[in-house]
């Protein structure tokens, strides 16, 4: 990743309210604030969480239309695509819902927020499991670089089904959790930009985790002693301490778009969550760190502005 | 900056099962639309769909894949398979390679018989086959293709929008090279999906008729090598067409609908001239997206007609072959164009009787051969949620 993306602003419907205090369910904000109750009515419960992480993000940049939208979900709206399938399968194709159809498309989380915003730029949706949220930041990078566009709204979201739930264990280490994150970044550095994004590596070969490390370390010129924090399930830098933020909201494909809005946040305010009690100071480098049962792993590297 | 070029296409669909059967098919205007016959549905004596008449058994012969797959993982090993042929690449390319596939069912087709085992925590293999990534996985390992795997979904634009994204790889220096498009098998999700929106015809679909009745479903897989001109020059392989140019908007109008002025489609085609600076007047085709829904089609005339202004402008859609194959389309219809330009024909917009009231658009009708000049084609893919992809496609130039 050549090109540096500005984070301007973020939002996360997640656990982990206000990126600080752990609920027992993915915290329901008061969606009204952010979306008229007419448009409201009409989303489903991960529409309105997708769209209000990224409205919240783009107030905070100050950007009502962003140029571009990049959306990584493993799944889309899986409530209404088992909505749509069991309903088909229940009634021998007799029976069918137009609209968990058309919600069970997986753009239409990326669709719904370009109708709410007038957004009438790029409209992507990955959907590439546990990359979605990477591939979604790698081409961002690229199509800022390439000068189509000038800022992005770059976002993870997905939802947890009661069949998702009973056979995660099959996939994933954590119990499974759910929620939407979304950042508005830009090429160029704005006033009110809150932290950098600095580069972004998808290993699907399971590469040993050390060598995949060492290797983005040299690529990024950062010397992992510089490394502040890690957000990771696992230790991956000997004496750095680190966040398991998986085990803390529960882990879902696109769980690394809330991972970089926590580090963002931990940047900003220099400080982490109050329920771990850490005392910390001077973070100015903080490593994303994901990986899953089937070998493949990501990183995600986030500095202070002046870093 | 290097020019992004094509040096491999791979295709199957109703119209064939490699790209050679496809130019035949077009070249007699030999369509696939057919009673539905190999996907097992309570719908399959009600509506007609271009299915690729073999099990899964045959493609997985075809392909040489073996384990267990989902029908569009099949799909798209055999056009993958035929894209790599033809490009040559060898494992030492492949390995630097990336793969940007895509596809709007993923592993529906084995979810759908096995929704119920997995609520009992029963075949569950056949659970990981379900996500939209996994088909992409299955390539590259199977392949060998290391570069860079990724999957999109953006319903119908799908396959064009992973060229776009390949592209911009490329161009940024990622890759040399990346195999990109899209697959999607016929499912009794997506069946009754569009028989839900009451966009389905119960005959053979009429693009840019005034009396369509909607669309036919179809399953594909559609693959292009795109790579940098520099790289294809330096290893001598064929170069069949440039990628010239490409654009993807929103019309932020409706869900599914397309606004009746066709601003997406505008916006678009118009886009795409611009990046490559070319006039309207020296586009040679369009192969439009062209459903045969009534939505879609005066949605698409419009756009056409505002940005044509009257010029003659020669366009057809080739679903009335293929059917609506949905994230395989905008790959189906790119390896058209590339057969296009690389023959000098355009294929017959079949079934058409009369133009759209108001829009008086007549598509080509007939099969054209010889068709000179025929140096820049656009091709349209347009997807729910307001997605709207043109590529712009030129013919090679030494």
């Keep these: 990743m050549k090109t540096k993306l500005y984070i301007n602003g973020i939002g996360a419907v997640s656990r982990l309210k206000d990126f600080n205090e752990l609920q027992s369910e993915t915290q329901?904000?008061?969606?009204?604030?952010?979306?008229?109750?007419?448009?409201?009515?009409?989303?489903?419960?991960?529409?309105?969480?997708?769209?209000?992480?990224?409205?919240?993000?783009?107030?905070?940049?100050?950007?009502?239309?962003?140029?571009?939208?990049?959306?990584?979900?493993?799944?889309?709206?899986?409530?209404?695509?088992?909505?749509?399938?069991?309903?088909?399968?229940?009634?021998?194709?007799?029976?069918?819902?137009?609209?968990?159809?058309?919600?069970?498309?997986?753009?239409?989380?990326?669709?719904?927020?370009?109708?709410?915003?007038?957004?009438?730029?790029?409209?992507?949706?990955?959907?590439?499991?546990?990359?979605?949220?990477?591939?979604?930041?790698?081409?961002?990078?690229?199509?800022?670089?390439?000068?189509?566009?000038?800022?992005?709204?770059?976002?993870?979201?997905?939802?947890?089904?009661?069949?998702?739930?009973?056979?995660?264990?099959?996939?994933?280490?954590?119990?499974?959790?759910?929620g939407a994150a979304f950042l508005s970044l830009s090429k160029k550095q704005q006033p009110n930009c809150k932290a950098v994004i600095k580069g972004v590596s998808v290993d699907n070969k399971a590469m040993d985790t050390s060598d995949f490390v060492n290797a983005f370390c040299h690529e990024m010129e950062i010397d992992a002693k510089d490394i502040s924090l890690v957000l990771s399930n696992k230790n991956l830098i000997a004496s750095k301490p680190f966040i398991d933020y998986k085990s803390m909201i529960g882990d879902y494909p696109s769980i690394t778009a809330f991972a970089s809005t926590l580090a963002v946040n931990i940047i900003e305010k220099q400080r982490v969550p109050d329920f771990l009690e850490w005392d910390v100071f001077d973070i100015n480098n903080v490593l994303v760190y994901n990986s899953y049962k089937n070998g493949s792993q990501s990183l995600i590297l986030i500095s202070n502005i002046f870093e | 900056m290097s020019k992004i070029v094509i040096t491999g296409i791979g295709a199957i669909s109703a119209i064939g099962n490699s790209t050679e059967d496809f130019l035949s098919s077009l070249m007699e205007n030999r369509h696939g639309i057919k009673p539905i016959s190999i996907l097992r549905t309570a719908l399959a004596g009600k509506y007609l769909a271009g299915e690729v008449k073999l099990s899964n058994e045959a493609l997985q012969h075809m392909s040489g894949i073996s384990g267990m797959q989902s029908r569009t993982s099949l799909l798209a090993a055999v056009a993958v398979k035929e894209a790599i042929s033809i490009a040559q690449l060898d494992y030492a390319l492949l390995a630097q390679t990336g793969i940007i596939s895509s596809t709007t069912v993923g592993g529906m087709d084995n979810t759908e018989e096995f929704y119920y085992d997995f609520k009992e925590n029963k075949n569950i293999d056949f659970a990981k086959l379900h996500p939209s990534g996994q088909h992409t996985n299955q390539l590259a390992n199977y392949f060998g293709i290391d570069a860079y795997v990724s999957t999109v979904s953006t319903a119908c634009s799908s396959a064009s929008n992973a060229m776009i994204i390949g592209a911009r790889l490329i161009k940024s220096k990622q890759v040399d090279r990346v195999i990109v498009g899209g697959a999607d098998a016929l499912s009794k999700f997506t069946l009754n999906g569009f028989k839900s929106l009451m966009i389905l015809s119960d005959t053979h679909c009429k693009p840019f008729d005034n009396n369509r009745k909607g669309l036919n479903l179809g399953e594909a897989a559609a693959y292009v090598v795109l790579e940098s001109e520099e790289a294809a020059i330096k290893r001598g392989v064929k170069i069949l067409a440039n990628l010239e140019a490409y654009s993807n908007v929103n019309e932020a109008y409706h869900q599914t609908a397309s606004s009746p002025n066709g601003d997406g489609a505008f916006e678009a085609m118009t886009k795409s001239l611009a990046m490559a600076n070319l006039k309207v007047s020296e586009v040679d085709y369009i192969n439009a997206h062209g459903t045969g829904t009534d939505n879609n089609d005066s949605s698409e005339s419009m756009a056409i007609n505002r940005l044509f202004k009257g010029e003659d402008i020669k366009f057809s859609s080739t679903k009335a072959f293929t059917g609506h194959t949905l994230a395989a389309a905008g790959g189906v219809e790119a390896v058209i164009s590339i057969l296009c330009l690389n023959h000098g024909f355009i294929p017959a917009n079949l079934n058409f009787e009369n133009p759209i009231d108001g829009a008086e658009l007549t598509p080509i009708t007939e099969l054209q051969l010889d068709v000179k000049p025929l140096n820049y084609i656009l091709s349209n893919s347009f997807g729910f949620g307001g997605n709207n992809t043109t590529l712009l496609f030129s013919k090679y130039k030494i």
Excluded at chain 1, 52 to 75: C, R, S
């Design chain 1, 28 to 178: 329901q904000p008061t969606y009204k604030e952010l979306i008229p109750a007419m448009k409201l009515r009409r989303m489903s419960r991960i529409m309105r969480m997708s769209n209000f992480a990224a409205i919240t993000a783009l107030k905070q940049a100050e950007i009502d239309v962003p140029q571009a939208i990049n959306v990584g979900t493993a799944y889309g709206c899986l409530v209404d695509t088992e909505k749509f399938l069991s309903t088909l399968l229940d009634n021998n194709e007799e029976f069918s819902n137009p609209s968990a159809f058309i919600n069970s498309t997986h753009n239409t989380l990326a669709g719904s927020l370009a109708i709410l915003l007038g957004a009438k730029g790029q409209n992507f949706t990955f959907v590439h499991a546990e990359n979605a949220f990477e591939n979604a930041l790698i081409d961002a990078s690229i199509s800022l670089e390439e000068g189509s566009y000038s800022d992005i709204l770059v976002g993870g979201a997905d939802e947890k089904t009661e069949i998702l739930e009973s056979i995660s264990a099959n996939f994933m280490d954590e119990e499974i959790g759910e």
